[in-house]
């Protein structure tokens, strides 16, 4: 994996890569499982992530206080269930290599149906599906053009050549990315993308003096005005030193307290949550994700152009969660190996 940062001197910079296969924006889910297959069928694939880290949405992050208490925080994605045999491979196979565990068979009640997390946050997930594959991070695609091949520019100043272009950013930054390029879509295939849209989500990471009271086995669904879900992630498991809590905020608390400063906004959740946190919070952190989960999604698990070599992915494709999302990488990968072995 490498790091933008790492080729400031790089002598390339400027100049366009080698013409590769198939060049990936995004390094969420979507984008890793397509790349893993493709490599895994021989076929040249670069991905390239604006994050400073890889993984998207699925995000975790450490908060220390004092160099004494370190909290390891879930803060995008919190767990995952299987229902489809094709993600369910992947799901063994990431329970064999230790990535992830159970975590428990339901919040509250149990219906008996696992719940996975990853064994250090499912940010841990991507990084396993990174390992071996050439991933750019801190690279963000600001610019793309198609001219018998694919010319992609980075807002530092790289360009990668490639033959097929997959988008996997949530719609509307894949549009506004084909708008920034002065790429125009077919009139209905632009109708249909626009249709997809995202709840947003404010999420609250607070760091506890005590253990907090949120019941076993560390989580809690809320249909409150404010709140809609609390996991502890000392009880998940990943964070053994912190009392590290997540807050979600509901939608509708989300759209209307976006602007507020992140001292309203914590003080508004935690008072929310107080009941099953009683305890003195040392730290937090307030973190805005404007495309949270998708309200509305494409029937199909991707959308690809027949005019130009460019498909569109990810969790607004087929369902909006990590379930959806691999299924959508898992389409893709086969449709663009399909393609290259024609
Ligand atoms: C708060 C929250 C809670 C959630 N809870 C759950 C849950 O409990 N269970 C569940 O199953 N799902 C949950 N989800 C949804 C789940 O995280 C997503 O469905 C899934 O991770 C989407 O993966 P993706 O690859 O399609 O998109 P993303 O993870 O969004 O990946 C897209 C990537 O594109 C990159 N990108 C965007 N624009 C550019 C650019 N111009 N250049 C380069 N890179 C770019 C981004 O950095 C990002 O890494 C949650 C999501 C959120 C935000």
């Known amino acids: 994996m490498t790091n933008s940062s790492d080729r400031e001197a790089d002598p390339k910079r400027n100049h366009p890569s080698a013409i590769t296969s ?9 984008g890793l499982i397509t790349a893993t297959i ?4 021989g076929i040249n694939v670069i991905v390239l992530d604006k994050g400073k880290g890889i993984g998207g949405r699925l995000a975790t992050r450490r908060m220390s206080h004092e160099n004494s208490v370190e909290g390891v925080f879930d803060y995008g994605a919190q767990y995952f269930s ?6 369910q491979v992947w799901v063994d196979d990431w329970l064999k290599h230790g990535v992830i565990k159970e975590w428990c068979q339901g919040f509250g009640k149990s219906d008996r149906k696992p719940r996975y997390c990853g064994v250090n946050g499912t940010r841990g ?4 599906l990174a390992q ?3 991933v750019h991070t801190n690279t963000k695609v600001v610019e793309i053009g198609y001219d018998s091949f694919w010319l992609v520019k980075t807002e530092d100043e790289q360009q990668f050549q490639g033959e097929m272009l997959l988008l996997t ?9 084909l708008d920034a390029s002065l790429m125009v879509l077919p009139l209905d295939i632009r109708f249909s993308l626009e249709s997809i849209s995202y709840h947003s989500c404010i999420t609250l990471l607070a760091l506890l003096k005590n253990h907090s009271k949120i019941p076993a086995p560390g989580a809690i669904a809320l249909e409150d005005n404010y709140l809609t879900w609390l996991g502890d992630n000392h009880q998940k498991g990943i964070s053994p030193d912190g009392y590290a809590i997540t ?4 939608p509708s608390f989300s759209e209307d307290y976006w602007d507020s400063d992140d001292a309203e906004i914590a003080y508004k959740l935690l008072s929310a949550a107080a009941d099953y946190l009683d305890s003195p919070v040392i730290k937090y952190q307030v973190h805005r994700w404007r495309y949270s989960l998708p309200k509305t999604f494409h029937p199909e698990p991707y959308l690809a152009l027949s005019e130009i070599p460019l498909i569109m992915a990810g969790d607004g494709f087929v369902a909006p969660n990590i379930e959806g999302a691999v299924l959508s990488g898992i389409a893709t990968g086969e449709l663009i190996a399909k393609r290259f072995k024609g």
């Not at 198939?22 to 979507?30: K, Q, S, Y």
């Not at 493709?38 to 069928?41: A, D, E, F, N, Y």
């Not at 997930?125 to 396993?128: E, R």
Request: aromatic share 2%; net charge negative.
């Open 22 to 30: 198939c060049i990936i924006v995004g390094g969420g889910i979507t």
């Open 38 to 41: 493709l490599q895994r069928k």
């Open 82 to 87: 299987a229902s489809d045999p094709r993600f």
């Open 125 to 128: 997930i991507a990084q396993h």
């Open 132 to 134: 071996d594959l050439d």
């Open 169 to 177: 950013p949530p719609v509307p930054q894949a549009l506004d990315l």
């Open 247 to 250: 807050l979600q905020a509901s």
